[in-house]
């Protein structure tokens, strides 16, 4: 049960991203996950259902595995923009889900919710590393973990636009707030 509604879910994000939101059918969707119509109604209520799954999944377990230094962290958040998570592809479709939340309370609702947990996640990374030493002993964990989502949430925002490689300007976004972060160093 669980891999045919993740197998629809794969299938309908494949499908908005080539299409859009709008531009994309139930039968769209069921023809692409090789399910009858029947069978994703049992998973779904209707197409929003869908875009409100695959915007809770966006959210989940950003990195997937501990972060235990500051290397790690930073080595982390760029492979997370050379893979599928922020790639130009699930990009717009992250992109398609802040548009649909300007007219969807509910959406709305969990894309806040998501932007502040991957916020607080990104906190509370940071607060551990300081504690093992791997910060600076001034360095603000809650000041950062807010530029940090602000600077993948641009970027999200440029993949959606542009030609130009994601990881690239994440390296070069992060260089000034990682210096400011090594004990003992001064961006």
Known sequence: MAK????????????FQ?????????????AAA????GALYTHFKNKREIILALGDQIGADYFGAPIDTL?????ALIKKVRTAAIAREDAELEFQIFAE?????????????TTWEREKYFERLLTGLKKKGE???????????KRI???LLGIMSRNSFLEEKGEILLE???EPEFAIMRPGKKA
């Open 101 to 113: 939340a300007v007219t969807d309370p509910d959406m709305r609702e969990r894309v806040v919710a």
């Open 18 to 30: 080539k299409n859009g939101f709008h531009k994309t059918s139930i039968d769209d969707i069921c």
């Open 34 to 37: 090789s399910v009858s119509v």
């Open 4 to 15: 045919r509604r993740q197998a629809i879910l794969n299938a309908a994000n494949k499908a």
């Open 149 to 151: 989502n602000a600077l």
């Open 172 to 174: 070069d976004g992060l």
């Open 71 to 75: 290397d790690a962290f930073k080595k």
């Open 135 to 145: 910060l600076a002993p001034d360095y603000d964990p809650h000041a950062g973990a």
